[in-house]
């Protein structure tokens, strides 16, 4: 693995201690939510809450929560320490946005994550993901029961006694890959996204199947393309809902394409210099999709992407 490979994406790395072992000590748990220097990730709507001014847009983290509502360990999840405070994701539950004392936007973290201090994106979308999962398993899918909530919000369990099946939270693999012949990279597009914006293959890893065999039917079923070579590069968290992309570095000879399974609207092998030139709109720079592009781009090119004048995003 090269030195690049090794850096973290966005919304990954240490930003926070998750402290596993308080989740069962629930004594522990309320003494922190108690405590007048814990903070409070508060998520609406499944939107983050940032805080807008001149000098840019930062995370709402509220420290005297109960000031917008009445909070139980029963609502909250602790996310862990973060800047050695315990910090807590609480879901607002309001038709509207509770009022604070300072402009607040909600906001899809897809979109502006690459604009928040990178610490702040990552616990925003570790908030996001832990709330998302738990609003998504109110019921037990076994019986029908209410579940409740046990271990600081990290597990849901049926109320039911004779069934008491617990659930975990989950995130769901999915491949995200850069094909290239050596000189070109493959890239497709979707007819949802902006004009003009392609991106690298990706899609969700199907039951039964290694990572490497997603990575080649992937590209397979939506451009027509066989690999010969799959490498791992990185991967990347994406709470979008609940996904996490396992990016690689795939080799094919040169091949026509063609859209088997009709997601894509389009794909096209392209060079360095097409891209250099402004041809097609990048993906978000915080994306591991950029990410992939970027690595394989700087590897052969004498000025990096990102200095790059009439690249597009």
Not at 129 to 147: E, P, T, V, Y
Request: hydrophobic fraction near 40%.
């Amino acid at each position: 693995m090269t030195a690049a490979h090794r850096r973290g994406n966005l919304l990954s790395g240490p930003y926070i201690d998750r402290v596993a072992h308080w989740r069962k000590d629930e004594a522990r748990v309320r003494a922190a939510l108690e405590d007048p220097n814990s903070v409070f990730v508060p998520v609406w709507r499944n939107q983050n809450l940032v805080r807008t001014g001149e000098n840019g847009i930062k995370a709402l983290l509220v420290t005297d929560v109960r000031s917008i509502m009445q909070v139980d360990v029963g609502d909250v999840v602790l996310l862990g320490e973060f800047q050695h405070r315990a910090c807590f994701a609480v879901p607002l539950t309001t038709p509207e946005l509770p009022s604070f004392d300072e402009p607040i936007e909600p906001s899809d973290l897809r979109t502006i994550a690459g604009e928040l201090p990178p610490h702040e994106a990552g616990l925003l979308a570790y908030a996001r993901a832990m709330l998302h999962w738990r609003d998504r398993n109110r019921f037990c899918g076994r019986c029908g029961a209410a579940m409740r909530s046990l271990q600081a919000g990290h597990v849901q369990q049926c109320s039911n006694p004779s069934c008491a099946i617990q659930q975990f939270p989950r995130i769901d693999p999915a491949i995200i890959v850069l094909i290239t012949d050596g000189e070109r990279a493959l890239l497709g597009r979707q007819a949802t996204w902006p004009p003009g914006r392609y991106s690298t293959i990706a899609g969700f890893v199907e039951p039964g199947e290694s990572l490497e065999d997603a990575v080649a039917r992937e590209v397979r079923e939506e451009t027509g393309v066989e690999v010969d070579s799959v490498s791992y590069h990185s991967s990347q968290p994406w709470p979008f809902p609940s996904s996490l992309m396992v990016g690689f570095v795939a080799h094919a000879r040169p091949q026509e394409i063609h859209l088997v399974d009709g997601e894509l609207e389009s794909a096209r092998w392209l060079t360095r210099r097409q891209i250099a030139a402004g041809e097609i709109r990048m993906p978000f720079r915080h994306s591991i999709s950029f990410r992939l592009i970027e690595d394989w781009y700087d590897e052969s090119a004498a000025v990096p992407l990102r200095e790059e004048p009439h690249v597009r995003m």
